[in-house]
């Protein structure tokens, strides 16, 4: 079957740095997604990977490994705004996204 | 509007009753999807649509339908609604035209469904 797994929680302090971790076990690949989900709001887009390496975009930034079924997303000078939970998903071989459950990410002052 | 529209907002519903929730998207994608959200268990596809006029059924299907009679709307009807079924509902779509945009998926902004 088809897997992401993700931690369900997580607490960091503000101004700090927190890495998010995701494993999959999908049928196929064609690229990974992470979304933000504030409480009671919509998924929004944060970054992609296709390729393996490191793609930054201003405080978050996302890592690929496809031989290790592995991302990270990082998030820098942590802000109380970051508080919300963190979805990670993959694109299989029939181009459907396989979602995992979401990390719950807290920030503390 | 602007993306993806979602009504109701809310709704509760007694069992055994038909409710159909709606979406409508003005981004011309071909693609939408329905996904239900229960704590811990995340983003789960009720049914999608590649193009207007074909459906598929995704990882959970059972007591749900859907058309796509057009580009733009894409309803979501439970027949016989049950307890189980109370979840939060979104709408989705996704359809630009190069690289990740193709892929990434724009979300409405939900339908709180409680049925009792």
């Known amino acids: 079957g088809q897997n992401i797994d993700q931690p369900t929680e997580m607490t960091a302090t503000e101004g700090a740095i927190v890495q998010i971790n995701c494993t999959y076990q999908t049928s196929g690949f064609n690229g990974l997604f992470w979304y933000q989900q504030h409480a009671g709001e919509a998924p929004t887009f944060l970054s992609y990977n296709v390729l393996d390496g490191l793609e930054e975009k201003g405080r978050f930034s996302s890592f690929l490994s496809r031989s290790k079924g592995y991302s990270y997303l990082l998030l820098k000078e942590l802000q109380m705004k970051d508080s919300a939970s963190y979805l990670c998903?993959?694109?299989?071989?029939?181009?459907?996204?396989?979602w995992g459950a979401g990390t719950k990410l807290i920030i503390k002052p | 509007i602007a993306g993806i529209t979602q009504a109701p907002t809310s709704q509760i519903l007694a069992a055994g009753r038909r409710m159909t929730l709606r979406c409508t998207q003005d981004m011309r994608h071909n693609a939408m999807y329905w996904y239900r959200q229960d704590l811990g268990l995340g983003l789960r596809l009720i049914h999608y649509?590649?193009?207007?006029?074909?459906?598929g059924k995704g990882e959970v299907p059972d007591g749900y339908s859907v058309s796509r009679a057009n580009t733009d709307d894409f309803p979501l009807t439970l027949a016989s609604a049950v307890p189980s079924q109370t979840s939060v509902y979104f709408c989705?779509?996704?359809?630009?035209?190069?690289?990740?945009?193709?892929?990434?998926?724009?979300f409405g902004p939900g339908t709180r469904l409680t049925v009792l």
């Open positions: 998903a993959v694109l299989d071989s029939n181009y459907q996204l396989i």
């Open positions: 649509s590649n193009t207007a006029g074909t459906t």
């Open positions: 989705a779509s996704s359809g630009g035209t190069s690289g990740r945009e193709v892929n990434e998926q724009f």
